[in-house]
């Protein structure tokens, strides 16, 4: 499907329906109370399904190479990690309870995780060796990626951009298109992994993966050190999970600050 016919369907769902203003999680002890603006003909089951397409290609390419991890120490943490963060995410969504969670890792230097829409989850194990990741370290990156797929941050990148598109070329321009571009699931893709996220979604996720670990029973305290890690693993080449998820002074102070909330949280799953 080129991209002139998905923002020709996508321009004919503003004419129709427009965006809906929408607040896909509750707030949380820590606050996430954003309204965000979604397509409303590109629905979180729509995206769900054409990125799950995209993560089974990924699987596979990764198994025909030898490396899709399913047995080592690794991964076996990842699972179990996984597993206690994923029974908090109807904290924020319920639906989410029915979501087809996938946990996968793969072997690669890469010092990289992420999860994408519908509870896709990837880690890459250059991720945990490199930067020698406690299990509490480990739960705040994987709770700051899940929190990016419950709030549909892709989603909601991808109806901006194309309401950008929009306005720049306008509805009609847009109908009459017919150049060669991207394929719609490789849009979701970009707009879900590849992309900067913008620094009110970076928040939120930190937010809300602070959160969930600490409901998971992983010390909060864990998310400083981990962004620690990351900014000095930034200072020369920065590393692909660091072009995504800037790591500042900043957002150190902002997880600090929001560490009380989460606090009780922490210590009543630990008795």
Request: charged residues 20%; proline residues 3%.
């Amino acid at each position: 499907m080129r991209k002139s016919f998905v923002i020709s369907l996508l321009s004919a769902s503003v004419l129709l329906g427009g965006c809906q203003a929408v607040n896909t999680t509750s707030g949380g002890a820590v606050g996430v109370e954003r309204k965000q603006y979604m397509f409303s003909m590109l629905s979180t089951d729509e995206v769900n399904k054409m990125y799950a397409q995209s993560y089974q290609q990924t699987l596979g390419e990764a198994s025909s190479k030898g490396v899709l991890d399913k047995s080592s120490v690794d991964a076996k943490r990842v699972q179990v990690i996984a597993d206690r963060l994923i029974a908090q995410a109807s904290q924020f969504r319920p639906d989410a309870a029915q979501w087809k969670w996938e946990v996968n890792v793969i072997k690669s230097d890469e010092l990289n995780a992420n999860c994408g829409p519908g509870g896709k989850i990837i880690v890459y194990t250059g991720l945990i060796d490199q930067l020698k990741l406690t299990d509490a370290e480990l739960a705040a990156v994987m709770g700051h990626e899940i929190a990016h797929a419950l709030r549909e941050h892709g989603r909601e990148a991808m109806s901006k951009a194309y309401g950008i598109e929009m306005a720049r070329q306008g509805a009609g321009a847009i109908f009459g298109l017919g150049q060669d571009s991207m394929a719609l699931a490789d849009t979701v893709v970009n707009y879900s992994m590849t992309l900067p996220n913008s620094r009110a979604n970076e928040n939120e996720a930190d937010l809300i993966g602070l959160e969930l670990s600490a409901r998971a029973g992983y010390d909060p305290n864990a998310a400083i050190t981990l962004w620690n890690k990351m900014s000095k693993a930034s200072e020369g080449a920065p590393p692909e999970f660091m072009s995504t998820h800037p790591a500042s002074a900043s957002r150190i102070a902002s997880l600090q600050a929001a560490i009380p909330k989460v606090m009780p949280l922490y210590q009543a799953a630990k008795k």
